[in-house]
């Protein structure tokens, strides 16, 4: 029935059920702002979170040195405080969308890592101290690990940050963050963290920096899954584990695409067929029931996005190819995956005519 996650006198948007109001007792329900531009949009009235997909990384607000652009990102939390949204900052440290100069001195030759930490606590300080008390929580570290193909394991990425500063630029990374705001939360946030050997990589680096006494409050879990794959056990036990360190997590970054990675066809140029929307919007309802299960310890699930068009997977991996990974069609109309979650226990079309018939009673 749908009354256990929605009844129709809770408030709507657009004449349909508000998805903050139906999981309002279980976690956050967050979407990706990719620029200020659109903040008008009337579905963003679903959400009470929000992340900033590229307006708060370092090429966004320090594009060179010491000349720091806080527009567009201060747009973003003015807009979120206005709307009761919880604001989450991503990302302080990654190897990508990084300018190059951070890494160089003025003659473009590698700095010290005497120098690139003083260059990294500046960043991470200043972009924090700007927004303090404003932000929820910061994705600090990204994507820091990868799999090693000389050494058969998953490890520390080799990037900059790593190969100048050493293995241990995460720790200064998010002891910086903590100094800089210490009632802000600190994650960690990487893709791929259902599959078991990155899972445990993930695991021992978040580990390892709660047994040094650093502070870490969640782990963020990419949610760029397709229809069948990670399965559902993998992500429950990815869940299992992470919060077994007593951090929250986060389900960051979620789509599900209609290709699988390996699949670089265009087999839906025009729009999906039935069959492949029943798919997806079985997929989803099995997401969600898995998250409801773990509402304890799940913090937030960010959309990557709003509507179809506004997802970055139409020009990922494959340029140019429509993809529909989103709640929405690129008309901002609910496709069935927004009814499937509606109520995850209940068929979506059941969901979609009870609503309907609620809606004429």
């Given at each position: ?13 657009g004449?349909?059920p508000?998805?903050k109001?139906?999981?309002?007792n ?19 009235d ?7 997909e ?8 320090q ?7 806080f ?7 003015r807009y ?11 990302t ?16 473009g ?16 300080k ?5 927004f ?7 994705d600090?570290?990204?994507?820091a ?13 080799d990037?900059p940050?790593r190969?100048?500063?050493g ?8 002891r ?8 802000a ?22 580990k390892g920096?709660?047994?040094k ?7 963020g ?18 869940i ?11 389900i960051?970054?979620?789509d599900v695409?209609?290709y ?8 839906y ?15 989803y309802?099995?997401?969600f ?37 989103l ?9 069935p ?6 109520d995850?226990?209940t068929?979506?079309?059941e ?11």
């Amino acid at each position: 029935m749908l009354c256990a996650f929605y009844s129709p006198a809770r408030a709507e948007v657009g004449g349909i059920p508000m998805l903050k109001e139906i999981y309002a007792n279980d976690f956050l329900i967050g979407f990706a702002a990719r620029s200020d531009y659109w903040l008008d949009e009337p579905l963003l009235d679903h959400f009470n979170a929000v992340t900033a997909e590229n307006m708060m990384k370092w090429e966004a607000l320090q594009p060179r040195p010491g000349e720091f652009r806080f527009v567009q990102a201060e747009n973003l939390i003015r807009y979120a405080e206005e709307h009761g949204m919880q604001v989450i900052g991503h990302t302080l440290i990654w190897h990508n969308q990084t300018p190059d100069w951070v890494f160089k001195d003025e003659n473009g030759r590698e700095v010290s890592r005497e120098a690139l930490l003083a260059r990294m606590e500046e960043h991470i300080k200043t972009v924090m101290g700007r927004f303090k008390g404003r932000v929820k929580g910061w994705d600090v570290v990204n994507e820091a690990i990868e799999y090693n193909a000389a050494t058969g394991k998953w490890e520390l990425r080799d990037t900059p940050w790593r190969r100048i500063i050493g293995d241990d630029y995460i720790e200064h990374a998010f002891r910086f963050a903590q100094e800089a705001d210490p009632d802000a939360e600190l994650y960690y946030n990487d893709y791929n963290a259902a599959d078991a050997p990155k899972r445990d990589a993930i695991y021992a680096l978040v580990k390892g920096l709660l047994d040094k006494g650093i502070r870490v409050d969640g782990i963020g879990m990419q949610g760029h899954w397709d229809l069948q794959h990670p399965s559902i056990e993998a992500i429950r036990e990815a869940i299992e584990l992470y919060s077994s360190l007593g951090v929250k997590v986060h389900i960051t970054e979620l789509d599900v695409s209609v290709y699988t990675w390996n699949d670089r066809s265009n087999r839906y140029p025009n729009g999906l067929p039935e069959a492949v929307q029943e798919q997806q919007a079985n997929r989803y309802a099995a997401l969600f029931r898995l998250f409801k299960d773990y509402s304890h310890v799940i913090e937030r699930v960010t959309f990557w996005g709003v509507k179809d068009n506004h997802s970055w997977k139409n020009h990922f991996p494959v340029p140019n190819r429509p993809d529909y990974p989103l709640l929405f069609d690129r008309q901002g109309n609910p496709k069935p995956s927004f009814w499937a979650i509606v109520d995850p226990s209940t068929p979506w079309k059941e969901n979609q005519g009870q609503y309907s018939t609620a809606q004429e009673d």
